[in-house]
């Protein structure tokens, strides 16, 4: 088997995680026959990170570096007309300030930008050497080849770090947060809806919002909120919810926007909502109507107008009836 062979069977092995870095790096190792390959980003205007890093083929821990000196910095430096550069030989004495290839012993080193979906920069792949190196037309292609894959795994790591911190902000929160999808089934719940219905998630996810609230309440109230909601509305409104083990319903605020996924379209609603039961509650006895009746759920609607409210309560309450 060829060094480019073992190169693409590398990248061909199936891996969703950090370890095709590793992976990836070793094939462009390989295909250059240069010691080190490295996948590194700008962590902000003055330092770099450098992700994943590779002697051979093992794996050294991740570490951060002083941009200003650094062979990196000059490939940054000539993004607007170049996404590649190589330093062919001498890289010490180019670059005489920055520890790190005087350390190692590196004297040569070639990169490649990682440009987004905007075209900006959004890592670079590098390879260093002890040994002068020479660019071919096999190599660069390599090169651009393989940052545009690092580019879309990174993408897609960075997309599923930030879905699986949302899915725990929301499974931890005692809020009431739900996603429900075009199917009007439950996605993604948090711990309040659980301690709302009394059932674990796992017994509410999957799930039909009828199953939960009955076919009456999800036909004539639910529903056309969120049908308003895939179609781009973010429509409020306030509803009676009696869960069977509550001895008494409550009246919940609740707020209907819809999720858009990376191709611009709406993929779900995030439905989120508040008792709002002894704030109306408070509100009623204030302007001196008839109290609403915690055990019934029964509203007094005497004088009960958003005229007549505070600019705090009007919102809350104006709709409470609907």
Same mark, same amino acid.
Request: charged fraction near 20%.
């Given at each position: 088997m060829t060094d480019t062979e073992e190169a693409l069977a590398l990248l061909a092995a199936p891996c969703t995680d950090k370890r095709f870095f590793q992976r990836a790096l070793r094939a462009l190792a390989l295909v250059t026959q240069c010691r080190w390959a490295g996948f590194g980003r700008l962590k902000n205007a003055s330092q770099g990170e450098v992700i994943a890093f590779c002697d051979? %083929?093992?794996?050294?821990?991740?570490?951060?570096?002083?941009?200003?000196?650094? *062979?990196?910095?000059?490939?940054?430096?000539?993004?607007?007309?170049?996404?590649?550069?190589? $330093?062919?030989?001498?890289?010490?004495?180019?670059? *005489?300030?920055?520890?790190?290839? !005087?350390?190692?012993?590196?004297?040569?080193?070639?990169?490649?930008?990682?440009?987004?979906?905007?075209?900006? *920069?959004?890592?670079?792949?590098?390879?260093?050497?002890?040994? *002068?190196?020479?660019?071919?037309?096999?190599? %660069?292609?390599?090169?651009?080849?393989?940052?545009? !894959?690092?580019?879309?795994?990174?993408?897609? +790591?960075?997309?599923?770090?930030?879905?699986? +911190? $949302? %899915?725990? +902000?929301?499974?931890?929160?005692?809020?009431?947060?739900?996603?429900?999808?075009?199917?009007?089934?439950? !996605? +993604?719940?948090?711990?309040?809806?659980?301690?709302?219905?009394?059932r674990a998630k796992e017994e509410i996810i999957g799930k039909h919002i009828a199953e939960l609230h009955g076919g009456k309440t999800f036909e004539k109230k639910i529903r056309p909120l969120l049908e308003r909601a895939f179609n781009g509305e973010t429509p409020e409104a306030n509803h009676w919810l009696h869960p069977p083990h509550l001895a008494a319903p409550l009246l919940m605020s609740v707020r209907h926007s819809p999720c858009i996924n990376d191709a611009g379209e709406i993929c779900g609603v995030i439905v989120s909502s508040h008792d709002i039961t002894r704030l109306s509650a408070l509100a009623l006895s204030s302007l001196g109507t008839e109290a609403l009746n915690l055990n019934t759920g029964s509203l007094g609607t005497k004088n009960l107008s958003a005229e007549n409210l505070s600019p705090e309560l009007g919102p809350e309450l104006k709709t409470a009836n609907s």
């Open positions: 051979n %083929k093992q794996s050294l821990p991740a570490f951060d570096f002083e941009l200003a000196g650094s *062979p990196c910095e000059s490939l940054y430096q000539q993004q607007e007309t170049s996404t590649h550069i190589l $330093h062919a030989r001498d890289l010490q004495k180019r670059f *005489p300030h920055f520890a790190l290839i !005087r350390e190692i012993g590196a004297q040569s080193y070639q990169a490649e930008l990682i440009l987004g979906i905007d075209g900006k *920069p959004v890592g670079h792949i590098f390879v260093l050497d002890t040994l *002068p190196q020479a660019e071919s037309a096999k190599s %660069k292609e390599f090169f651009r080849i393989l940052a545009q !894959r690092i580019g879309l795994e990174y993408h897609r +790591m960075l997309v599923n770090r930030e879905l699986a +911190m $949302h %899915k725990q +902000m929301i499974a931890t929160t005692d809020h009431l947060l739900a996603f429900i999808g075009t199917d009007y089934c439950y !996605r +993604m719940v948090s711990k309040g809806y659980e301690q709302l219905f009394n």
